[in-house]
């Protein structure tokens, strides 16, 4: 089993950034792609920015430019850097791990392990 628990989230304003942690324990070894999703009000969670056991990265199209992933394998911890926040960001945002070889980044399909989530607010 893998627990993960984010931190970070807050109420920024509009171009302002903040960064987001995910610290993950428990078995670890067994956690290839580290995910960040995000799901606003009324809408579907979407992929934010993923990264692999190795340091292939992957974002969406909305925050690519402005978010940055990052991983530590020492301290078992992924952080989500986010620049120029807009308040289309504003959302919980949750990140995920995946015990497979080489899972789809981008499919939520392929994550075994989801955390509890974060608010990020960013205001007009």
């Known amino acids: 089993q893998v627990q993960l628990v984010e931190s970070g989230g807050e109420l920024v304003q509009a171009g302002g950034s903040l960064t987001l942690s995910c610290a993950a324990s428990?078995?670890?070894?067994?956690?290839?792609?580290i995910g960040w999703y995000r799901q606003a009000p009324g809408k579907q969670r979407e992929l934010v920015a993923g990264?692999?056991?190795?340091?292939?990265?992957n974002y969406s199209d909305s925050v690519k430019g402005r978010f940055t992933i990052s991983r530590d394998r020492a301290t078992n911890t992924v952080l989500l850097q986010g620049n120029s926040l807009k308040p289309e960001d504003t959302a919980v945002y949750h990140c995920?791990?995946?015990?497979?070889?080489?899972?789809?980044?981008?499919?939520?399909?392929?994550?075994?392990?989801w955390g509890q989530g974060t608010q990020v607010t960013v205001s007009s």
């Open positions: 428990g078995s670890t070894f067994s956690t290839n792609g």
């Open positions: 995920a791990a995946s015990s497979m070889v080489v899972p789809n980044l981008r499919s939520q399909n392929d994550y075994d392990y």
């Open positions: 990264v692999s056991s190795g340091t292939s990265t």
